[in-house]
């Protein structure tokens, strides 16, 4: 086995920005936001389907079925694959509810208005526990991430009109929260 | 000057895809899609910003001013960075217009509706040429990639009323082109 590279920061040629770079073999790890593609998918009865998570982090806490977008993949196809692999559930996508930087872990997430394109679901493997919640079941404290605080909110504010433009995380965009206004 | 690694496909312990890795130190290198953000900016007349590319790929095309998010920003800071880096303007955002996946090229594209925060504009060092166009004068048959086509025809569907849900890419989602409906 190889040693693990050790990086070190530094500006390659023709760049203009710090990035990791191995001393040993000159490789340069680009570090990129990566993106995240999730959906608050409702019944018919207007419940909600959450995930208690069984990895790190947060494990124990209820969340949206979410992930990471893989190559190849456009985000609406990441989103329904999330859907299967941590609630089995086939979903069909109605929009785009949501974009959510998270500037301080490189993240951004697409949230996606959804709702069961099939009947049924239940845990995938990095799941404990999927369960539909009515709005007032939902249980805000024990819930995993700030982002999905707002992904319930927006989508609760939308209740079951037109999608409105995205929501944006209620910080640090220089725009006034989860609806921007018109020109 | 080391080597330049040559990276093979292989499985990580723990993972269940195949990542390019470095068979000399072991690096995986993840490939994950890039975001891209930009934006769509008028000016008071109606009229919209173009940039000329100066550089490759299709280097003296049309594009808006757009380009990669870096790590540490919102997709709204990313978008008036580009705007500044591109085309010397100062631009404030109404929502997000658009959220466009390449996926052949890794690609997730935040696209704005914007309008100019201060007036002027100029060719930063990546833009060979930066102009407003009205809609008739737009030159469709030079413009750099059918992303800033779709962009364009959703900025124009939309108007000046309120923004609707993001426009999606026009094929391979599952989702019925540009304007999803309602549930
Ligand atoms: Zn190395
Ligand atoms: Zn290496």
Not at 82 to 103: F, K, N, P, T
């Amino acid at each position: 086995m190889p040693a693990a590279p050790r990086f070190v920061r530094r500006i390659p040629e023709g760049d203009t920005r710090e990035r990791l770079t191995c001393p040993e073999c000159g490789f340069v790890a680009y570090e990129n936001p990566k993106v995240v593609v999730g959906s608050v998918v409702a019944a018919a009865d207007g419940r909600v389907l959450l995930c208690r998570r069984a990895i790190a982090p947060r494990a124990g806490f209820w969340t949206l079925p979410a992930g990471f977008l893989e190559m190849g993949e456009t985000v609406a196809e990441g989103a329904r694959r999330e859907a299967w692999e941590e609630a089995q559930a086939r979903i069909a996508l109605d929009g785009v509810l949501a974009v959510y930087s998270i500037a301080r872990i490189g993240q951004v997430q697409v949230i996606f208005r959804a709702r069961f394109a099939e009947p049924g679901f239940a845990p995938g493997p990095e799941s404990l526990e999927t369960r539909l919640f009515a709005w007032e079941e939902i249980p805000w404290e024990q819930i995993a991430f700030p982002s999905v605080h707002w992904a319930l909110g927006a989508w609760r504010g939308a209740a079951t009109g037109p999608l409105p433009a995205a929501a944006l995380e209620p910080d640090g965009t220089g725009m006034p929260g989860t609806t921007p206004p018109g020109l």
